[in-house]
């Protein structure tokens, strides 16, 4: 039986991603409960979404610190006094730097909306399209210095229509995107990922958590 791991959550925006991990940690699709969610700006719905779930939030103005590094440490210092064991970010649209980062190393994890290492910062979805690929998708990966830098633990791949818009291609990425980032927590959860150097190991022994059916039971494909 894996124990409950503390999640630590950091948005700046809608939150969807949030309320999928909120949900998961609800119905038990995840052994993970949410113990603090962080925005950097104080109207992101997210915090909408945890306020109604009960969950503890906070904001922390960027504003206020001198660095990025002063906000960093702030950040890291409430999640310590929440016992975080897992941090997530989920759209959360800073540059992190090494003073959040050491302390969560491998204990960080990032979403996004592209096949890393194509199309990292803003408006991947866009730079998808404008690129011309014929297949664009999403990636969970542990969080190093960079931009969407970081060993890679699951993405799942989206083809990409003559017809798509940057709407319709979001759409069908952020459906997957609620997908993999829930099994890369179960992953984590249940101490299956081990990283050497770039590249992530699963442990897929005996996988039988019912998160993980859609590695293999979807006509996307999902790879960890
Ligand atoms: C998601 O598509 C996420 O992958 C992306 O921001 C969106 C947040 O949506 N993150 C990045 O682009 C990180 N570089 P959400 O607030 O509804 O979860």
Redesign the pocket.
Request: one cysteine or more; proline letters at 7%.
């Given at each position: 039986m894996s124990k409950k791991i503390r999640l630590g959550v950091l948005?700046?925006?809608?939150?969807?991603?949030?309320q999928s991990i909120i949900d998961a940690s609800k119905n038990g699709m995840i052994d993970a409960e949410i113990a603090i969610v962080i925005s950097d700006k104080k109207d992101a719905y997210?915090l909408v979404r945890a306020k109604d779930n009960n969950i503890t939030t906070l904001i922390i103005n960027p504003k206020e610190y001198k660095s990025r590094e002063d906000f960093d440490k702030k950040v890291v210092e409430e999640l310590n006094k929440c016992n975080v064991d897992l941090l997530l970010?989920?759209?959360?649209?800073r540059i992190v730097t090494s003073a959040l980062i050491e302390p969560f190393r491998n204990r960080i994890m990032?979403?996004?909306?592209a096949l890393l290492p194509s199309f990292?910062?803003?408006d991947?979805q866009k730079q998808a399209l404008e690129h011309g690929v014929r297949f664009s998708g999403?990636t969970v990966h542990f969080v190093e210095e960079g931009?969407?830098e970081g060993p890679i633990i699951i993405q799942a791949v989206i083809p990409v229509t003559d017809n798509d818009t940057i709407d319709s291609l979001?759409e069908r990425?952020?459906k997957y995107?609620h997908k993999i980032y829930l099994i890369a927590v179960q992953l984590f959860t249940e101490g299956r990922l081990k990283v050497e150097g770039r590249r992530v190991k699963v442990n897929k022994d005996g996988m039988k958590h019912t998160v993980y059916k859609d590695i293999t039971g979807d006509t996307v494909l999902i790879n960890v």
């Open positions: 948005i700046s925006g809608r939150g969807s991603n949030l997210g970010l989920a759209g959360f649209m990032n979403i996004h909306p990292p910062g803003l991947a999403c931009m969407d979001s990425i952020l995107e």
